[in-house]
């Protein structure tokens, strides 16, 4: 299988987020993306590729013009301000606020464009955050070219960002750029499954009314963990997309074994479904060590993931989201890939 991976994505380096309370140093960080490169490496796993610079076009399929625009020039309008370190939002239009007012204030814009205050936004953000939408729609023309699968190094992640909003380190929401891209270029029907600790809101929302796209989300329930407000089980699409968003939240400690059954129920969907393609958001943060989050996967399990996913027998997509126990995160990754190709 190849992977693609662009350095350019490195150089979104964050170094403090907001989190319990305090700023702590920052979990999405380079060192991810630079130990899954290796270990792909190290185990010969396939062609590692550059992605194709794509226009701003396909972006503007799925996001806000303006939400592209606002995050471009951020940085300018932020030091403009007399700012010289990594940005966080602090305050949001939310009920009772207006939405109509034309935002000047780059911390009013920072709200207006974001969702939580555990984001930073750094100098080279943008840059990097383009070059992973371009990783993941480089992955998807593979597919296009016949590919039967390939890896989306990504970095940063994508599943939270919406249409217009970045938050839970998450700016453009690649899985939804590639997805749509590929109905763009003639696929009729498209999944989603998303195996990251963490519900993705955005890529959910953005296809929720919509039959062409099925999301299915395995993740720990919103009610104890991020991103709280979205992700129950309740949520199952609405308009012509009634039926096309299922959710299985699960509670904090699930291992393996308690996880099976929700994933069957998803392949069991998918194979009804039928799609062309397959998207998997693949966070590797259910891993039991995983510095942030609450599910108890060993390292094996992830093959057994790969191995479960090749069953479906559909041309995959595998696109990183989360996971931030650095050590294993090539191991484990590594071992979806492995166990897929059998
Ligand atoms: C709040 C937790 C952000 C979740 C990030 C993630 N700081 N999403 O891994 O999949
Ligand atoms: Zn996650």
């Known amino acids: 299988m190849k992977t693609v991976f662009s350095n350019t994505q490195l150089a979104h380096a964050p170094a403090q987020e907001i989190s319990d309370g305090q700023l702590k140093p920052a979990v999405e960080i380079p060192s991810r993306a630079e130990i899954v490169l290796k270990t792909v490496r190290q185990r010969n796993v396939g062609e590692i590729v550059v992605p194709e610079e794509f226009p701003v076009r396909p972006l503007h399929r799925v996001h806000a013009p303006d939400y592209v625009s606002f995050l471009e020039s951020f940085w300018e309008k932020w030091t403009a301000a007399g700012r010289t370190r990594e940005a966080f939002p602090f305050v949001w239009p939310i009920r009772s606020l207006r939405h109509d007012v034309e935002v000047e204030h780059i911390d009013g814009l920072l709200g207006r464009y974001s969702m939580d205050a555990g984001t930073p936004l750094g100098e080279n953000t943008y840059k990097a955050a383009r070059a992973s939408a ?63 600790y963490h519900h993705g809101n955005g890529t959910q929302a953005l296809f929720y009314d919509r039959p062409d796209v099925l999301f299915l989300s395995i993740h720990a329930d919103p009610k104890h963990e991020y991103p709280y407000f979205l992700g129950f089980a309740d949520e199952t699409g609405e308009h012509a997309g009634t039926g096309f968003t299922r959710n299985w939240p699960l509670p904090l400690g699930t291992d393996w074994d308690a996880y099976l059954p929700a994933l069957e129920e998803a392949c069991r969907w998918l194979l009804v479904y039928k799609p062309d393609a397959l998207i998997v958001s693949l966070g590797m943060d259910c891993y039991e060590k995983d510095p942030i989050s609450g599910f108890k996967f060993k390292s094996e399990d992830y093959i057994r993931l790969g191995q479960r996913l090749a069953k479906v027998g559909v041309p995959t997509i595998f696109l990183m989201e989360g996971g931030y126990a650095v050590e294993a995160l090539g191991t484990n990754c590594v071992n979806v890939l492995e166990g897929f190709e059998g």
Request: proline share 3%; glycine share 10%.
């Open 134 to 196: 371009d990783t993941a729609l480089t992955a998807a023309r593979l597919l296009l070219d016949g590919e039967k699968s390939a890896f989306a190094l990504c970095r940063p992640p994508g599943h939270h960002a919406g249409y217009d909003f970045f938050g839970g380190y998450c700016f453009f929401n690649n899985a939804a750029v590639a997805a749509q891209y590929l109905r763009d270029y003639g696929l009729h029907r498209i999944a989603i499954l998303d195996v990251d």
